[in-house]
């Protein structure tokens, strides 16, 4: 090890006011910008290490530096001075020789040891010495000796507080530290204001001779021990204990779920958003049952979209679509809710072993997976695919973990790496970053096996190759929908991005309280940077977004302060405790938004901004708050079961027997009855998670049987009312959702047709019918009646263009961009534009294509051309890579139209047979990719390679 006199004083106090002031900046984010600040946290780190190697731990570094200020400053400088007390013995006496000493009276002092020393600080002052004499705040002690003394000689001692009143000070002045940083993400001023303040009271303590840093080294201590922790092969768990905790986990799910699996069948999933998110799967069932096999593309949705490789899209997940495609959406998507409901029961017992939980703590996690606040309310309210992803929450951690725990075991790789598969393909994006960066801080910690002293252990690089196995067999897995998304990325949606780092909302009186309140109606105020404005709402209006009720606020103080057992019994899972706290705090920072972490963050990573709705990442908080309350009733019940309390009451041994029993069945009652509370929030919903057919229905399925055979596209604002369109095979055109599918950029001409008006509308308000009557639509007053104006709901446009069509190619080329389709009574409702250039072509100038035959994916035209002159033929689909036409068989360029599909046909005019199909090339390929790395998974589970590698002569 470095002496500490190799670094010389000078450069010391430059490491140490660069350590402080960077710190500062990182912390509080102070201009210039937060990059700059960064780069001061980067520097601070290096300078750590170098000081580490060079013998100057960061605690010494940090109380210098922090000294330095502190005395610096005028207005402490006399407290310190005040408290500051040293006491120097000479054994010679008084140092006459020093001209700034004088005589004082004398005073009684401690009585000393035969070397000299203080016993306590709070003792009584005695006789002892002859005289005291005092500079400032040092005082010097004479004690004559009766033998020959020795050689002249100074020690310095401080005076030291009780143990007790130490440790507890300095714990205090730990978590005030940690409570000036949480503070800055609500108030910079706050944070800087608690820092100082922390500061303060630690230096004072310091120079009483209390030692400030005791719970910070303790803290160390624990962690360094941590990285020693037991990876002993965990503890089987026989079959008929395992069924029967299963059990449990299953009677809870079903009683949490059972309000699906018993609706009948005129009640689908509701929501505001659940039939056009969960519209995949109905176009997938209806293209089996009339077709014989799932399409490709999705035509009934505007203009089109994919089906297989679209984001929301959930048809490549077995659990998520599976029951959906044997016995309809209607009844598969009710029943799935509790098939999911379970698999994340499971997911969370299985957790719970590899973590080394014993019994009450692997089945209280199961049942707080499957009562997650943030899970079933976005069921409840209609975001299935985000609620659908939460299920593999615990599926991929464990796993994670298990590749730690198991190094000799091949499952856990595939088990990861599948999780993530069914989580990716589950219909959304948003938790597959979050995900990462869990994965990312456990294998930081486990990768290195070894703690102690100040030189780094090697990584464990075997565990690293595992870990890196299961994301390369996830890749693999996902390559089907992974490939396509990520060629097609610049076509995935014009969504908005984020503004800043979202919606702020107060870390501790909003976003931390939400884990342990269930009342739907807490007040709580949103800052939107978007709009700079602040509103009020109860949690009912955003549950989707916050709530995140995990465990009762009684059954956490219960075991927090009400036991007050605390000592770590299960020593397996020591580092994932600190990881899982670490997790928590950086998820509710992302959850609150506004942190300057995340602000800068989202200003400076673009693809960060598409991930809306901040508040989402406290699903993922309260993920990890679950695995800590688990652990921590875990080491409640070892303690209680698992010590010898005869040792501490052996003249009561029926206390000895019967209170640690009398406790034990305490806590496992209180903690049953902690997670039904949290599961029997199914019940208690504050929406209608089920309801019938949306009243489009009468309409849409009276049009249909009056045009059994026309191809129907109707208008419709908004995107409540998608089943029955599905059901009915209509089109829903120009629904104003803030996410849909982009098309290529048109080849031909400045056209726009995305929004070309169709021939039906449908209008329940009067802006709705005053829209469609602007516009040229006419009432059918044989469609069925609004109850609420007693008018027709269905509207028609004479002139509307029809789906496929012809049009000389020198119209689509001169046409100028121009008509704006929007009126301000939607421009306030949806807060948002359409392009200014979005126009249709002239409907006398084109014609009609009558004769064709429309399959989702493949279309088939009999168009005509017309001679010397080229004519363009099209259909109202969305321009999108993978759509392929021939026309006469051979093969032609496809082009866009105004941002739909079309081709050229050639001048000798005539009659042509023109084929459009969508045949994307990355979904093939990366189906290839799946199936064989799916291949390969299996074999190597199976030990084929061992198998091979022992034939070998």
């Known amino acids: 090890m470095t002496d500490s006199t190799i670094i010389p004083p000078l450069a010391r106090r430059l490491l140490y006011a660069a350590i402080f002031t960077g710190s500062a900046a990182l912390l509080l984010g102070l201009p210039p910008p937060y990059s700059s600040a960064v780069l001061l946290g980067l520097l601070v780190g290096a300078l750590v290490l170098w000081l580490y190697r060079s013998g100057h731990p960061p605690p010494e570094v940090i109380e210098s530096a922090a000294r330095v200020v502190w005395e610096s400053l005028p207005v402490f400088g006399p407290l310190i001075a005040a408290g500051r007390v040293i006491v120097r013995f000479n054994r010679d006496g008084p140092p006459a020789q020093d001209p700034h000493m004088k005589a004082a009276v004398p005073h009684p002092v401690n009585p000393y040891t035969e070397k000299g020393g203080v016993r306590s600080a709070l003792s009584p002052l005695s006789e002892f010495g002859e005289g005291i004499w005092g500079r400032g705040s040092d005082v010097f002690v004479h004690k004559p000796y009766r033998q020959t003394p020795p050689a002249p000689r100074t020690s310095v001692y401080r005076l030291r507080l009780p143990p007790v009143v130490e440790g507890a000070l300095s714990l205090a002045l730990l978590l005030g530290g940690l409570l000036a940083l949480l503070a800055v993400g609500e108030s910079p001023a706050v944070g800087a204001f608690l820092a100082l303040l922390v500061a303060a009271i630690g230096i004072t303590a310091r120079a009483l001779g209390a030692d400030a840093l005791a719970a910070p080294r303790g803290l160390r201590r624990m962690l360094a021990a941590a990285f020693g922790e037991d990876r002993a092969e965990l503890e089987s768990v026989s079959r008929r204990r395992a069924a029967l905790e299963l059990l449990i986990v299953l009677v809870f799910s079903l009683v949490a779920t059972r309000r699906f699996f018993e609706a009948g069948p005129t009640l689908q999933i509701s929501g505001s958003e659940s039939e056009w998110i969960t519209n995949s799967v109905y176009a997938a069932y209806n293209g089996l049952r009339d077709y014989g096999r799932i399409p490709l593309w999705q035509p009934l949705l505007e203009f089109g979209e994919p089906l297989l490789d679209n984001p929301v899209g959930f048809v490549l997940n077995p659990f998520s679509a599976g029951l959906s495609l044997l016995i309809g959406p209607a009844q598969g998507l ?64 464990g796993g994670a973990m298990a590749i730690f725990r198991l190094p000799g075991r091949r499952w856990p790789v595939a088990l990861t790496a599948l999780a993530f598969t069914l989580m990716f393909t589950s219909g959304n994006l948003w938790y597959v970053l979050p995900m990462l960066v869990a994965l990312a801080a456990l294998a930081a910690v486990y990768a290195w096996p070894v703690g102690g002293g100040r030189r780094l252990p090697r990584p464990d690089w075997r565990a690293l190759r595992r870990l890196a196995l299961a994301g390369a067999l996830t890749v693999g897995l996902s390559a089907m929908l992974l490939l396509p998304l990520a060629i097609n990325w610049g076509q995935l949606g014009n969504h908005p991005p984020e503004v800043s780092a979202g919606w702020e909302i107060s870390v501790w009186g909003a976003a931390v309280r939400f884990y342990f309140d269930p009342n739907p109606y807490f007040p709580f105020e949103v800052y939107s940077p978007q709009f700079h404005i602040t509103r009020p709402y ?23 302060v009400g036991i007050p057992l605390y000592r770590a019994r299960n020593t397996r899972a020591r580092r994932f405790w600190w990881v899982a706290w670490g997790l928590v705090i950086v998820f509710t920072l992302w959850g609150a938004g506004g942190h300057p972490l995340f602000v800068w963050l989202y200003e400076h990573i673009p693809a960060l901004r598409g991930w809306r709705f901040v508040g989402r990442a406290l699903g993922v908080a309260s993920f990890f708050l679950a695995a800590l309350i688990a652990m921590r009733v875990d080491n409640l019940w070892r303690s209680l079961t698992q010590t010898d309390w005869r040792r501490y009451l052996p003249e009561r041994p029926w206390w000895a027997g019967g209170l640690p029993l009398l406790a034990a069945g305490g806590l496992l009652v209180a903690a049953g009855a902690a997670g039904w509370q949290v599961v029997a929030r199914w019940n208690i919903g504050y929406n209608d998670i089920l309801a019938p057919l949306h009243p489009d229905d009468a309409c849409i399925s009276w049009l249909r049987q009056q045009r059994p055979h026309d191809e129907l596209a109707v208008w419709r604002f908004g995107y409540r009312a998608i089943t029955t369109y599905m059901n009915n095979r209509a089109r829903a055109t120009q629904i104003y959702a803030d996410f849909e599918m982009s098309p290529l950029p048109s080849t031909l001409g400045r056209v726009n047709l995305t ?113 010397g002159r080229f004519t363009v033929a099209t259909v109202q689909e969305r321009a999108y890579p993978g759509w392929e036409v021939t026309v006469n068989g051979q093969p032609a360029k496809i082009e866009s139209v105004g941002g739909q599909i079309g081709v050229v046909l050639p001048r000798e005019g005539g009659e042509f047979i023109v084929h459009f199909a969508y045949r994307p090339p990355w979904l093939f390929r990366g189906a290839v990719v799946t199936l064989v790395t799916s291949a390969l998974c299996a074999a190597w589970l199976l030990r084929l390679d061992r198998r091979l590698r022992r034939k070998r002569p």
């Not at 014993?358 to 199961?366: E, I, M, N, S, Y």
């Not at 009912?540 to 009762?552: R, T, V, W």
């Open 755 to 867: 929004a070309s008006l169709p021939e039906y509308g449908i209008a329940w308000t009067e802006g709705e019918r005053a829209y469609l009557l602007d516009r040229g639509y006419s009432i059918l007053p044989d469609s069925p009646i609004v109850e609420q104006s007693g008018k027709p709901c269905l509207y028609r446009k004479d002139d509307a263009i029809s789906y496929a069509y012809t049009v000389p190619l020198g119209v689509v080329l001169t046409a100028e961009p121009g008509g704006d389709l929007v009126d301000e009574y939607f421009l306030l409702a949806e807060h948002k534009l359409l392009p200014p250039d979005a126009i249709t072509l002239p409907p006398e100038k084109t014609t009609p294509v009558t004769d064709f035959v429309r399959q989702p994916d493949n279309i088939w035209l009999r168009a005509m051309g017309e001679p």
């Open 538 to 560: 109860l949690m009912d209006a955003l549950q989707e977004f916050y709530y995140s009720f995990i465990s009762p606020a009684w059954f956490a103080a219960l075991i927090v």
């Open 334 to 397: 009710k029943y799935t809710v509790p098939l999911l409901t379970l698999l994340a029961g499971v997911g969370g017992w299985l957790m719970g072993w590899t973590l080394g939980l014993a019994w009450p703590g692997r089945v209280l996690l199961g049942l707080l997976m499957i009562g997650k606040g943030n899970m079933h309310a976005m069921f409840n309210t209609g975001y299935f695919q985000l609620a659908a992803q939460q299920v593999y929450f615990p599926w991929i951690i």
